[in-house]
C-alpha cells in the first residue's frame, strides 16, 4: 500500500523567497518518488524524481528535493521564488516493485505575491 | 515529435450513456497509463498497459470501466452507463519503459448530466 500526504493546500510566498512544499508518504516497499507541476490549462509536467540513487535531486526551474526515509518525507525546495512559479505542485510515490501504479498527493497551489 | 494527445478535449454526455475517451502515446512508449482526476484532487490511478496487455487495472473504480490497447499503440477508455459522479478530467500518460518519466496528456474533460 502507499499513500501521499501534502501537508498545505495553498502556499503564499513573495517573490524571490523561500519555497517550501511538504510531502510525507508511506509505501511498503523502497519508493520511487516524483514531484509534478502542473500550470492553469495544461497537462501535469515532472520537475524531479527519486528511484534510489541520490537522495538530494535537482529538478528543472531550480527545484530540488531531498529523500528522508527517517521522516518519510520528500519535501520540494526552491531558493527564490519567481512569478513564473505560480502553479499546482503534485507530489506522488510509486513502488519500486510496482512502478507503474503511481499514487498522488492532492496538491499545493502555490502563489507568488510580487 | 508529437506529445501526448487525448480526444475529445471535452465530451458533455446524460447520465446512462456511454463514452469512450481515446489517448495517443507518444510513438515508441510501450507503457500508458490512465488517470482520472476530479476537482480539487490529485490524479487519481486507473490502468496502466505494458505493451498490449493491462499490468495493473487495480484503480478501475468498477465494472463500468474498462481500457484496451489493442495494438500497443493507442488506448481507448470505455465507460458504461455514466453516471454524475464519473464527472472529472482523464488523463493519459505514457512512458518508453515503466519506471521511466511519464509524459502527460492535456486530458478530456467529462462532464455527466
Known amino acids: 500500500a502507499q499513500s501521499v500526504t501534502q501537508l498545505g493546500s495553498h502556499v503564499s510566498v513573495s517573490e524571490g523567497a523561500l519555497v517550501l512544499l511538504r510531502c510525507n508518504y508511506s509505501?511498503?516497499?523502497?519508493?520511487?518518488l516524483f514531484w509534478y507541476v502542473q500550470y492553469p490549462n495544461q497537462g501535469l509536467q515532472l520537475l524531479l524524481k527519486?528511484?534510489?540513487?541520490?537522495?538530494l535531486v535537482k529538478g528543472i526551474n531550480g527545484f530540488e528535493a531531498e529523500f528522508k526515509k527517517s521522516e518519510t518525507s520528500f519535501h520540494l525546495t526552491k531558493p527564490s521564488a519567481h512569478m513564473s512559479d505560480a502553479a499546482e505542485y503534485f507530489c506522488?510515490?510509486?513502488?519500486?516493485?510496482?512502478?507503474?501504479?503511481?499514487?498522488f498527493g492532492d496538491g499545493t497551489t502555490l502563489t507568488v505575491k510580487p | 515529435g508529437a506529445g501526448v494527445s487525448q480526444t475529445p478535449s471535452n465530451k458533455v454526455t446524460e447520465k446512462g450513456k456511454y463514452v469512450e475517451l481515446r489517448c495517443d502515446p507518444i510513438?515508441?512508449?510501450?507503457?500508458l497509463y490512465w488517470y482520472r482526476q476530479s476537482l480539487g484532487q490529485g490524479p487519481e490511478f486507473l490502468i496502466y498497459?505494458?505493451?498490449?496487455?493491462?499490468?495493473?487495472d487495480s484503480g478501475l473504480p468498477n465494472d463500468r470501466f474498462f481500457a484496451v490497447r489493442p495494438e500497443g499503440s493507442v488506448s481507448t477508455l470505455k465507460i458504461q452507463r455514466t453516471e454524475r459522479g464519473d464527472s472529472a478530467v482523464y488523463l493519459c500518460?505514457?512512458?518508453?519503459?515503466?519506471?521511466?518519466?511519464?509524459?502527460f496528456g492535456p486530458g478530456t474533460r467529462l462532464l455527466v448530466l
Open positions: 500518460a505514457s512512458s518508453f519503459l515503466v519506471s521511466e518519466t511519464q509524459y
Open positions: 509505501s511498503s516497499v523502497p519508493p520511487y
Open positions: 527519486y528511484t534510489s540513487a541520490a537522495t
Open positions: 506522488a510515490v510509486s513502488g519500486n516493485t510496482n512502478a507503474g501504479k503511481s499514487t
Open positions: 510513438s515508441g512508449h510501450t507503457a
Open positions: 498497459f505494458q505493451g498490449t496487455g493491462a499490468a495493473d
